[in-house]
């Protein structure tokens, strides 16, 4: 893994700011494989950067934006995320012992409910090519998760109502990722191969949002 000084660091840094004043035209500097064991990048605009494998141990990231950046195992121990924007960063397998971090690191925390059972909402496929909003129950004791964004998984859940686009009631609808898969009212879900963890977001599990807006856009 090849070391470069807090110099060095700064230039790919402007060279990745650069890159994002120019539309994110060309090719941005990439991070990745790199060691930047306790280097400062405080405040940097990392939006879409790529880290994938990198050893950030100590980095300072205060007030940066890592949004949509690729960390995937990369080692964050000891990193300094407080006020960092991490939204849809992706933190496969990435080390996140001892992190610091506040209410502001934005999206470390779980969006999802921890404990209790809560209301969630999925899209699926209504006829003639329209979509389905589909209200389910999670239980409270239902594996879940969330990781850098505002959709959810779970290992199980209940259809309660299926709506159309203009609110009115359905008895089924299917999904749009496999259109064998069929929704019905009152069913139950479940995962039993749910994977835990949390950060590997597009994978096994019942996936929904916490709101019908943000279900809606999906």
Aim: glycine share 8%.
């Amino acid at each position: 893994m090849a070391e470069i000084t807090q110099k060095e660091l700064n230039i790919l840094v402007k060279k990745h700011e650069d890159w994002l004043k120019n539309e994110a035209k060309g090719k941005s500097p990439s991070f990745a494989g790199l060691d930047l064991s306790g280097l400062e990048i405080k405040g940097a605009n990392l939006y879409h950067s790529d880290f994938k494998g990198s050893c950030l141990r100590g980095c300072n990231f205060r007030y940066a934006d890592l949004g949509y950046s690729d960390l995937e195992g990369a080692d964050l121990t000891g990193a300094n995320l407080k006020n960092t924007n991490l939204f849809r960063a992706d933190l496969r397998r990435a080390v996140m012992e001892d992190v610091e971090v506040n209410e502001y690191t934005i999206f470390y925390f779980q969006v999802c409910p921890e404990e209790g059972g809560f209301i969630g909402y999925k899209k699926a496929a209504a006829e003639n090519g329209r979509y389905a909003l589909i209200k389910l129950y999670i239980p409270a004791d239902a594996r879940r998760s969330s990781a850098t964004s505002y959709r959810c998984r779970a290992d199980k859940a209940k259809v309660l109502e299926i709506t159309d686009e203009e609110g009115r009631l359905l008895e089924k609808a299917r999904s749009g990722r496999d259109a064998d898969f069929v929704y019905r009212v009152g069913q139950w879900l479940e995962v039993p191969e749910f994977d835990d963890d949390r950060w590997n977001e597009k994978t096994k599990g019942i996936h929904f949002y916490l709101s019908k807006e943000a279900a809606r856009l999906y």
